[in-house]
């Protein structure tokens, strides 16, 4: 496997066409085929499906693209901090839950690109079943996760901070008129879950089965927007870090309610591979975040 490969991979997978690739790079239509279908013989996979006189990824190649983009980020990145270029180029790959990263990364991000303006950023909620995967594969830079510990030998976690689950609904909703509320009481509800907001759903969804309440109904989505619509159209009751709804609670659009006699807290941890090199912007980011945690 070749960078000149996977570069060529990148323009086609861009594009979704051979002739235009092949336009764009100045090569010869039949040298970006060459190069495509040496790279899915290594591979052993297609990357491609070819229909017609258009092509469309496949699954591997959707991953591929990932993995490409982080092979040609580090040739960049290796020559900015050992070839000494002035500005620092490459990539950080960053995993983190809406929850969080709504409210934390605009002002991360806004003093970052004054310092590195021309590195990229590819951050995405996270996966919990694959973020371990990424992280080893190197895929993932740095992944912030909502949840008290994660054990695996080759993972190092820092803890940054720990902000408490809410139980949120509408102003409207019967639950907030109660001294108390059981799990049980829930029992009827619709649940709005965020899908890729680490593991404190699973452990809550977990919980309830355990101690046989069944909600009415159990709704995720991928958008925390839309869980906070819904919330107000009454569709259903939520949990959410606090920081995550600490506007709209203060503005009374929402209400919060307690299950039992504890509050619920969780840890907010930063995730790295224990052999991961850190560049100087990748050090530089996680000096902004972890400003963002007194």
């Not at 021309?118 to 594969?137: G, Y």
């Not at 899908?195 to 709704?219: R, S």
Request: overall charge negative; glycine content about 4%.
């Amino acid at each position: 496997m070749e960078l000149r490969q996977l570069k060529t991979f990148l323009v086609v997978a861009d594009l979704l066409s051979f002739s235009q690739a092949a336009d764009t790079l100045n090569y010869a239509q039949s040298t970006v085929s060459s190069r495509i279908r040496t790279l899915e013989e290594e591979l052993g996979v297609p990357l491609f499906d070819r229909l017609g006189k258009r092509v469309a990824l496949t699954e591997a190649g959707r991953i591929m693209v990932r993995y490409a983009k982080k092979l040609t980020d580090m040739e960049a990145e290796t020559f900015a901090e050992v070839a000494g270029w002035e500005e620092p180029e490459g990539s950080i790959s960053v995993r983190i839950p809406q929850s969080l990263g709504n409210y934390i990364l605009p002002q991360v991000l806004s003093r970052f690109q004054q310092q590195y303006p021309r590195v990229n950023l590819d951050i995405n909620s996270c996966a919990f079943s694959s973020l371990k995967r990424e992280l080893r594969s190197g895929i993932t830079d740095v992944a912030f996760l909502l949840i008290d510990a994660i054990h695996e030998a080759d993972l190092k976690s820092e803890v940054l901070g720990f902000t408490h689950l809410l139980f949120v609904c509408s102003n409207h909703c019967a639950l907030t008129k109660k001294a108390h509320v059981s799990l049980k009481d829930l029992e009827n509800e619709t649940f709005l879950l965020p899908k890729y907001d680490c593991q404190y759903n699973t452990i809550f969804l977990q919980t309830l089965d355990e101690l046989k309440v069944k909600p009415a109904a159990t709704i995720e989505l991928n958008s925390l927007q839309t869980i906070k619509s819904c919330v107000e159209q009454q569709v259903g009751v939520t949990i959410l870090p606090e920081i995550a709804v600490k506007e709209e609670l203060e503005q009374g659009r929402f209400a919060s309610f307690q299950v039992g006699k504890e509050t619920i807290e969780t840890a907010i941890l930063m995730i790295q591979h224990k052999n991961k090199w850190l560049s100087q912007s990748m050090e530089a980011f996680i000096r902004e975040v972890k400003a963002c945690f007194p």
